[in-house]
């Protein structure tokens, strides 16, 4: 190596846990392009300020695995997110000798057109920028050291599911794996899993940019269930000195400053109800601290849903009236469900306990037999299949979509369920919803719910059951449950209530 270059890669070194620091020495601003620029806008400067804090406090020895370094970021638009990634991608690439990173954005346009081409632009302005050969073509995107092309590289790959592997095995004990995703809200969860798998050694990051346009998915989680797990930052369009000011006013003016349109394209916070989210999530808050009431001769509703085995549960859960909340959720696990014998016992002692009006069931698969079974024990139940035919034909495409319609209406207008049960509250924000080409409502599949990482919605489908159909007056006069000695069934103590 020529001296000059030692001397640079010295300098450069400095400021490996100093990422503000190194944008400053490595930018020619006020000059050329940056003329006018004196450095990165104020909210960069917090972001990389909060990126050396973190650092700093936990600093890499070369050897020993550290806490994964993860930084989600949220904004408005034309904020400068793909300048601030560009940047980003050049101090790790340049600091972190052997380092590897992988890139992704929401879009082959977005990739392509967007982030490696912001990335670049900082490139060819970097003092570090002959260390590295640029590649853009329609096969390959990518960074890489001249004398070490395979070990020291960056690389860019669309975020469709099949190129999921391409996420994997960054593992670098001696170094940085990396990953950065720009307008994360469109990233698949399977990429997200995938790239899980590479941040187990070493010294590795993970930074996620975007606009806040769903209410769901990873990326939504990274500020709210896992908001422990990351670094957050938050971004409105009004702070940055690059956007038109008097334009967001005009849309502010147009839109009303609480609305989602708003909230998404300039405050940089999440909508209260995606664009396609059946149960907005302000109407779930509201439904876990309002009071409960119970009207005299109010029927008692057992919705009972059935797993298909796996990782997903049997849930049985009761409402009465306005109120899901006095009453304990039990949860069966899979495996259990096919035994059923056991799950029917279970599902009759909670009968016993509560005394209810009529059981729902979820009749596919096994459900049809245990709705035969506990008609044959004299428990009122009714078999429910999601796909059958609606009441209401022109509305709904099938039961399923019938029901959780209902089940909305019911959150908006008065139901109460249980303030800490994180499972049902995350399932009735997630399920979102789409018309098909007769108007009609449907439902997001389970098998889209969990390509989009959510889980089954198990809980939720249970109280919807509870929706499934009306109860004739005839049925309120009369007590469905036969009179006789609780059966004494050793599983239901061991069942997890709630």
Known sequence: MKSSELALAEEVMKYVNNPYGFIMFAFPWGKGVLQGYSGPDKWQTELLTKIKDVLEDDPFDGFTPVKVRQFAVTSGHGVGKSALSAMIMIWLISTRPMSKGVVTANTVSQLRSKTW???????????????????????????????????????????????????????????????????????????WEVSDGGKTDGEPFHFVFGNPTRGTGRFYDCFNRLSHRWHTYKVDSRNSSITNKGYIEEMIEDWGEDSDYIRVRVRGEFPKASDFQLISSDWVQEATTRESFILPNEPLIIGVDVARGGNDYGVIQARRGNDARSYPKMKIPGKLIHDGTRFTDMIVAYCEEHNPTIVNVDGVGMGGFLHDRLKQLGIPSRDIVAHSKPIRTGKFKDKSAEMWYNMREWIKTG????????????????????????????????????????????????????????????????????????????????????
Request: charged share 30%; hydrophobic share 35%; glycine share 4%.
């Open 117 to 191: 081409a912001e990335l670049k632009k900082w490139l060819n302005m970097s003092i570090t920028g002959h260390w590295f050969d640029y590649y853009n073509s329609s096969n390959t995107l990518a960074l890489r050291h001249h004398d070490f092309p395979n070990e020291w590289k960056v690389e860019g790959f669309t975020c469709k599911e099949e190129n999921s592997e391409s996420f994997a095995g960054l593992h670098e004990s001696g170094s940085s794996p990396w990953y950065l995703f720009d307008e994360a809200s469109g990233v698949p969860n399977k990429i």
């Open 415 to 498: 139901g109460c369920i249980k303030k800490h049960d994180q499972e049902l509250i995350n399932q009735l924000e997630a399920r979102e919803y789409l018309h098909d080409d007769m108007d009609r409502l449907v439902l997001q599949s389970k098998k889209d719910m969990k390509k989009a990482g959510l889980h089954s919605p198990d809980d939720a489908d249970a109280l919807a059951l509870t929706f499934a159909t009306p109860i004739a007056t005839s049925q309120l006069k009369t007590s469905l449950l036969p009179k006789r000695k609780k059966a004494r069934i050793k599983t239901y103590s061991r069942i997890n209530r709630r």
